[in-house]
């Protein structure tokens, strides 16, 4: 598919009711419009897709009713409160409180169960599980929730300290989880900025400020900076 769908964001506190209804039904009708395409490619291709499998989330921080409904398949898609993706619950107002936490008890009980055979193994050896069993349940998607609010991600930076404690080597090396959250977000900004992702992910980022003339404040900025 070379269409992707792009909506515009209406933040104004003062839009009227029937500007939100246009935009809504247009939404919507823009959406039946692209899984419309998207079933007559499946057609085309001899590819066969289940409509009531279909999963549909809408994103928004009002609290008000959504009454209108994409259609896929002659299929009314119902809104559910989240969506399931390779593993992540993504809720409609965006908040991965519940999937940290849920991730964090996942690493607790797998390092509780590296603590009862701990004497069996050295600190280089129990860091060497750490890293292999049970860091990469705690980075999972990192890149999507790291943004998440302090006290959401303090789970993870307990079960950290937990590791750090239970290794008992300060001369082994490593590496915290906050900054290899943000190595991922850059890695994945890095690739999205030099277009070595999809085409359409690509030209979602604005190009790089050209300006004509240097000032101090645009002297020490960095070449690859972008404005939002």
């Given at each position: 598919?070379?269409?992707?769908?792009?909506?515009?964001?209406?933040s104004g506190g003062?839009?009227s009711?029937?500007l939100?209804?246009?935009e809504?039904?247009?939404m919507?009708d823009?959406?039946?419009r692209?899984l419309?395409a998207v079933?007559?490619?499946?057609?085309a291709n001899?590819?066969?897709f289940n409509?009531?499998?279909?999963?549909?989330c809408?994103?928004t921080?009002?609290r008000?009713?959504f009454?209108?409904a994409?259609?896929?398949q002659?299929?009314?898609?119902?809104?559910?409160?989240?969506?399931?993706l390779?593993?992540?619950?993504?809720?409609?107002?965006l908040n991965?409180g519940?999937?940290?936490?849920?991730?964090?008890?996942?690493?607790?009980r797998?390092?509780?169960i590296?603590?009862?055979v701990?004497?069996y193994?050295t600190?280089?050896?129990?860091l060497?599980l750490?890293?292999?069993q049970i860091?990469?349940?705690?980075?999972?998607f990192?890149?999507?929730?790291?943004?998440a609010?302090?006290?959401?991600l303090?789970?993870?930076?307990?079960?950290?300290?937990?590791?750090?404690k239970?290794?008992?080597?300060?001369d082994?090396n490593?590496v915290?989880?906050?900054?290899r959250r943000?190595v991922?977000?850059?890695?994945?900004?890095?690739?999205?900025h030099?277009?070595?992702?999809?085409?359409e992910l690509?030209e979602?980022?604005?190009?790089?400020?050209f300006?004509?003339?240097?000032?101090?404040h645009?002297?020490?900025?960095h070449?690859?900076?972008v404005?939002?």
């Amino acid at each position: 598919m070379q269409e992707s769908v792009i909506e515009r964001y209406l933040s104004g506190g003062r839009t009227s009711r029937d500007l939100v209804k246009l935009e809504s039904e247009a939404m919507v009708d823009h959406t039946n419009r692209t899984l419309e395409a998207v079933s007559s490619w499946g057609q085309a291709n001899l590819v066969r897709f289940n409509a009531t499998k279909t999963q549909t989330c809408l994103f928004t921080a009002k609290r008000s009713e959504f009454t209108l409904a994409p259609t896929f398949q002659n299929v009314s898609l119902e809104f559910n409160d989240c969506l399931q993706l390779l593993g992540v619950q993504i809720s409609s107002n965006l908040n991965f409180g519940q999937f940290i936490e849920s991730k964090a008890m996942v690493a607790a009980r797998k390092l509780g169960i590296l603590s009862k055979v701990r004497r069996y193994f050295t600190p280089g050896q129990l860091l060497t599980l750490y890293k292999a069993q049970i860091r990469p349940c705690m980075e999972y998607f990192c890149h999507i929730w790291a943004g998440a609010a302090k006290y959401q991600l303090a789970a993870l930076d307990s079960v950290e300290k937990r590791v750090k404690k239970l290794i008992g080597d300060q001369d082994l090396n490593l590496v915290s989880l906050e900054h290899r959250r943000k190595v991922a977000r850059l890695s994945v900004f890095y690739r999205l900025h030099f277009g070595e992702c999809a085409q359409e992910l690509h030209e979602l980022i604005p190009p790089s400020p050209f300006y004509h003339r240097t000032f101090r404040h645009t002297a020490g900025i960095h070449p690859f900076v972008v404005e939002f």
